[in-house]
């Protein structure tokens, strides 16, 4: 019976087989003596395992994706053979503020060009946090308005015990590393420690030992009860979704160079965006987009259209593959 009502429970469960799209496992030859495999719906050969279980494994997984937005950078640069893009520019980071940025990789969405508009960014460190605060975790603890208001010159109430633990930020959360140091500074505990403290966080699977372990460590630093359940509330609502510091950094490394060829090279860049397929918006947007900057479009033409998008002059060449 009680085998009958396990299996009766699996009647109405949808059970599929999902394959992550840049997922790639590496393990000593041969594969198959260290996981088992299947074929996918497409024909590829795929682990059972998720990255979990891949990951108490001891294997190593990466995940490799492609970036629309790199391909525009990238292609751009070659035919205008720019080896170096000056940092700091003036002109780029005024666009930045006005959030002027459509077509530039992870500064376009609308929630973005908000933020950049309240933030108005100086210089790319503070770009990189405005690429960190735009994750759902910074949002969700209250993390990303404080630092706006504080920006802003609005009054934002000071957490004193926040602040002590974290001076570098003003007692912010804003990179997902933060929670391993306060795990170190709160609790005494070891860089691998947090480590797995902010994966248990992350993924929203509580560690009842590692949790414990902090608490009691904490509280035998000095720290009372009060304050550490705080804490942990607003690290549990940060970890959800947030970024490595890396992470954010070389998106604002790239975010940068896309608004800089922009604001310099706007025919070249806009129509390498249209060649990668565009972006955050259909490549109709893009299009939009040249025309508002004062570039015209012309139609493809059979003697004068090439398979692409195409530089003519101070205009752009629809493409023959776009018919």
Known sequence: REIWQAASDLTSVYCEKSLHVGGVILTPAPVEQYLPLEESAKGYVMAHYDRDAVEDLKLIKLDLLSVRGLAAISETRKKLKIKNIPPGDTRTYGVLQKAQTIGCFQVESPA??????????????????????????????????NLLRRREGRPVKHDAFLAKILPETGGLLLYEEQ???VAERMAGMA?????????SLKRRKENGVLKERFFRAAEERGYIRGEIEKLWKVMEAFSSYSFNKAHSASYAHMAYQAVYLKVHHPVVYLTAVLNAG??????????????RKGIRILGPDVNRSS?????????????????
């Open 112 to 145: 973005m060009m908000n933020l950049l508009r309240r933030m108005r960014p100086e210089n790319v460190y503070e770009l990189t946090q405005a690429l960190a605060l735009i994750r759902p975790g910074p949002t969700e603890s209250g993390m990303k308005e």
């Open 179 to 181: 929670v391993m140091q």
């Open 191 to 199: 860089p691998e420690e947090g480590d797995l403290l902010r994966r």
């Open 278 to 291: 565009g972006g955050y918006y259909h490549p109709v947007e893009y299009v939009e987009e040249a025309k």
């Open 307 to 323: 398979y692409q998008f195409e530089v003519e002059g101070e205009s752009i060449r629809v493409g023959l593959l776009s018919i």
